[in-house]
């Protein structure tokens, strides 16, 4: 499995665009990339997907490069309610692949 | 759709008893179920793979005669801490995902103290 790096921790205001980026060096070809959003004393929930290039959803664009050895989780217009740990995952794209979680990035978004 | 739920939220036992924590899909069967383990301000620590039918498989350094998984049907595993000790106070959360699909969904959680 493919070890990801991310920052620990980001400020924001409210408003702002967020981008955390996640390193994944030793991404396989079979690697999909995937984000989750953990608020305390819950589970992490899921927030987007991608393989290469750019998707989007309602409520993040995820940005990968050409060599997929990077990505980037972008928020548009952050508010108070998305201070988080954000997870960034590696791993193959069928049922039930082993998910090992990093650190995460701890987001606080400020008034 | 897609909803996992676990049971109970929080829970507190004596020092050596056994507590037995389910992990259902509401609304989904879930061919494989994951157990992670989290300890505060740390991220979440996978403890075991389990699969329908099947034994369940356990990292490394997870004790399987302590943490045993059951996954008798595709709605519900089982996880019971067995003689349970402090330092087995955690958040344990489950996961559960449906055969072709990459996605996982988290139960809420649930807060093991023991004392």
Redesign the interface.
């Known amino acids: 499995l493919a070890k990801t790096t991310q920052p620990i921790s980001m400020d924001s205001y409210e408003g702002q665009e967020v981008n955390i980026t996640c390193s994944h060096n030793n991404i396989a070809t079979n690697d999909y990339i995937t984000w989750y959003q953990q608020f305390p004393s819950q589970g992490p929930r899921f927030i987007i997907q991608g393989y290469k290039t750019k998707v989007t959803n309602e409520v993040a664009s995820l940005f990968i490069p050409a060599d997929r050895k990077s990505s980037t989780l972008s928020l548009p217009r952050v508010s108070l309610s998305d201070t988080a740990v954000y997870y960034c995952l590696v791993g193959e794209n069928t049922g039930g692949f082993k998910t090992i979680f990093g650190a995460g990035t701890r987001l606080f978004v400020k008034a | 759709g897609a909803v996992?739920s676990?049971h109970p939220s929080w829970v507190i036992c004596k020092s050596g008893t056994s507590v037995k924590i389910e992990c259902r899909s509401l609304d989904f069967q879930a061919?494989?179920m994951?157990w992670?383990r989290q300890f505060p301000k740390q991220?979440?620590?996978?403890m075991a793979?389990s699969?329908e039918g099947s034994k369940a498989t356990y990292e490394q350094g997870v004790e399987k005669d302590k943490f045993l998984i059951n996954h008798a049907s595709l709605t519900l595993s089982t996880l019971t801490v067995t003689s349970a000790h402090p330092e087995d106070s955690s958040?344990y959360?489950c996961?559960a995902?449906?055969?072709?699909?990459?996605?996982?969904?988290?139960?809420?959680?649930t807060?093991l103290t023991v004392t």
Not at chain 2, 43 to 46: A, G, N, Q, R, T
Not at chain 2, 101 to 107: D, I, K, L, P, V
């Open positions: 996992v676990q061919t494989t994951f992670y991220s979440l620590m996978l793979t699969n958040f959360i996961s995902s449906r055969r072709g699909s990459y996605e996982q969904y988290f139960g809420p959680g807060r």
